[in-house]
């Protein structure tokens, strides 16, 4: 997380909106590596994963959450130095009017951290966890209509990214997680997978979904869990 942790600290106790933040992986993953933030606001339309964690940085009066919708902002023009988006590209539905509000509310100077899993077939049984998890969520997901893709490949992330966004690469890396993945807990993983399925308790598939986590958790149980692939793109305001 070296690369991640010197971009941080190029700025100035930097103000932080972190989009489709869920429960707030990635906010906790700017924490780990660098605290001299004076804000992180993360926003999400998912209220289930917010209140799940909302009470994960109750005692870090600079973490803030919002119900909110990228597309439907109102910070004005210029409010962060930096803006990230976790695992969240293949959840949007207008890509390109997601980039243009993006740059709209960085600072000149200031960086979009677009983070995202990608789709490989070099996976350990850790990492594999995290695959499972991920599908899981698109079917849950798909079920509520809600729109999640499969992973993407690195070829369509940097397809979005060319043809959709205003701002150049100025970096790109692979997301090295390990240090990060020891804090995760089996409870954690737990928690996510029941969240997940109590958005499907009135499903008539609900039987099914219910036999697919237990089979999940099993998996969690047996191998532990490490996050699989992620690319890790930095792209700067002039
Ligand atoms: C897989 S989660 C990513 C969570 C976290 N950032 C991470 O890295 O693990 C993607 C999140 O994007 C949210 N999302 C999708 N469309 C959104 C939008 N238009 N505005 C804000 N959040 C959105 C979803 O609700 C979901 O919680």
């Known amino acids: 997380m070296k690369e991640l942790k010197s971009y941080l600290s190029q700025y100035e ?63 004005p023009k210029n409010s962060f130095d930096i803006i990230s988006l976790s695992n969240t590209l293949h959840h949007i539905k207008d890509i390109k009017s997601m980039f243009n509000q993006m740059v709209e509310m960085l600072k000149p100077g200031g960086i979009i951290i677009l983070s995202e899993l990608i789709s490989s077939n070099d996976l350990s049984e850790k990492q594999i966890s995290h695959q499972l998890l991920h599908s899981f969520a698109a079917k849950i997901d798909h079920e509520l209509n809600k729109v999640h893709s499969q992973i993407f490949s690195k070829e369509n992330v940097m397809q979005a990214i060319e043809m959709y966004s205003p701002l150049p690469v100025d970096a790109i890396w692979e997301l090295e997680t390990k240090s990060f993945d020891e804090e995760i807990t089996l409870e954690d993983l737990y928690r996510l997978v ?30 532990g869990f490490s996050y699989a692939t992620t690319i890790c793109v930095v792209l700067k305001k002039q």
Not at 14 to 26: A, E, N, S, Y
Not at 40 to 61: C, H, Q, R, W
Not at 196 to 220: G, T
């Open 13 to 75: 106790n930097p103000r932080i909106l972190d989009i489709g933040t869920g429960k707030g992986d990635f906010i906790a993953m700017i924490d780990y590596v660098y605290q001299d933030y004076s804000e992180i606001i993360g926003i999400d339309i998912v209220d289930y994963l917010l209140e799940m964690d909302e009470s994960a940085f109750e005692n870090n009066p600079k973490i803030k959450w919002m119900d909110l919708d990228v597309l439907e902002t109102t910070f």
């Open 194 to 223: 029941d969240g997940l399925l109590k958005n499907v308790k009135d499903s008539p598939k609900f039987e099914q979904y219910k036999e697919e986590a237990i089979a999940i958790k099993d998996y969690l149980q047996e191998n």
